[in-house]
């Protein structure tokens, strides 16, 4: 029977983001030839500055019926951040829905970890991000600035629904169903009355729904210090777009450097296809040099393909990335002196 050859959006965009989805797409084509049709689309801040959009205004219509998007990074010196990202990344994680950021937090082997006593076995789990409401959902405005100096008013507002906090949290406890059997809620209740209040209520409902797993709530300030005094008792982390935002980042600074960190965007029910991007970023300053760690874009796509059903290509991928390492093959993030190229050639050998 003829395999189904699935249509792929790639989506570089800027910066690192231009040297690493290549080396993805390298070894997409690696583990599983002629299944995948490439569709490149080249949106970013370049394309800002020639069009002033970051996609075109039908740029959803497009990626619509994609099986999945690749995507590198966004952001460049010369058009504001908030441009950039509500531009792009989060307009198509809002356009599709894609409420489920997956973001897993492992020490691979060979990797050296700023925690004095880090092992793998120690560091080895995955921070579910709430990611199309609350502290993000893009609710406030500016105003009185017109009246002079100093009047400038500010409001961010953040949204927390309960079918939003529901069905993050009950995808959280299908994950850990499947891992350890641990959810742990992050919050901060004591001082945000209102929404994180919602959350913790809603997060005590859904985990009255699997009395196999194994639950606690954190505030997110202890939760800091335990990601770096205990990181071998966390399983699945849950928590809302902003502290599941600066948590990742710790995690993945703590299992090495941001630029083995993967993620995925996903809409869990399938209705819009799902975004897989490194989170590392364009990193500007060491962009053209040839030396941007592709392990996190090489990750993410393992992560799309394990989402799209090829869970043994997937494996291969992880494998070949624990063996690349282990034998010492690191780019200068991670005390090496291996170039961009070096470490993909080593993956593929690897596979």
């Known amino acids: 029977m003829t395999e189904q050859v699935l249509r792929i959006a790639v989506i570089a965009g800027d910066g690192i983001g231009q040297e690493v989805v290549p080396e993805g797409l390298r070894v997409l084509d690696a583990v599983a030839p002629g299944r995948f049709e490439y569709h490149h689309f080249p949106w970013g801040c370049q394309y800002y500055l020639e069009t002033g959009r970051m996609m075109p205004a039908n740029g959803l219509d ?3 019926s994609m099986d999945a998007i690749y995507f590198g990074a966004v952001g ?23 409420y489920a950021n997956v973001r897993p937090v492992r020490l691979l082997p060979g990797v050296p970890s700023p925690l004095r006593d880090a092992t793998p076995g120690r560091m080895d789990w995955v921070v579910v991000r709430e990611n199309t409401e609350g502290e993000y959902a893009g609710i406030g405005g500016r105003n009185l600035a017109a009246r002079g100096p100093g009047s400038a008013v500010a409001i961010q507002a953040g949204l927390f629904t309960e079918e939003g906090c529901e069905r993050i949290m009950r995808y959280a406890f299908d994950m850990a169903v499947g891992r350890r059997r641990k959810v742990t809620s992050v919050t901060k209740s004591n001082a945000q ?7 913790d209520e809603v997060f005590s409902a859904v985990a009255a729904d699997y009395p196999s797993v194994v639950t606690e709530s954190w505030l997110v ?3 800091a210090a335990r990601f770096v005094l205990k990181p071998e008792t966390l399983d ?18 703590l299992a090495g450097s941001l630029g083995i960190a993967a993620s995925a965007n996903l809409d869990p029910e399938r209705r819009y296809p799902s975004m897989f991007e490194p989170v590392h970023g364009s990193a500007p300053d060491i962009a053209g040099q040839g030396i941007a760690n592709p392990i996190g874009a090489i990750w993410s796509a393992a992560l799309m393909l394990d989402h799209l059903g090829l869970t043994e290509e997937a494996a291969r991928i992880m494998n070949a990335i624990e063996t690349t390492t282990a034998q010492g093959t690191l780019t200068p993030d991670l005390g090496g002196q291996a170039a961009t190229h070096d470490v993909t050639d080593a993956v593929l050998r690897n596979i």
């Open 221 to 223: 300030d202890a939760m």
């Open 193 to 199: 009355q209102y929404g994180m209040t919602l959350w």
């Open 62 to 64: 497009q990626l619509r």
């Open 76 to 98: 460049w010196p010369g058009v504001p951040d908030h441009v950039s990202l509500w531009g792009l990344r989060l307009a198509i994680c809002q356009g599709f829905d894609q």
């Open 236 to 253: 699945v982390v849950v928590a809302s777009n902003l502290f599941a935002d600066i948590l990742s980042d710790l995690g993945s600074a």
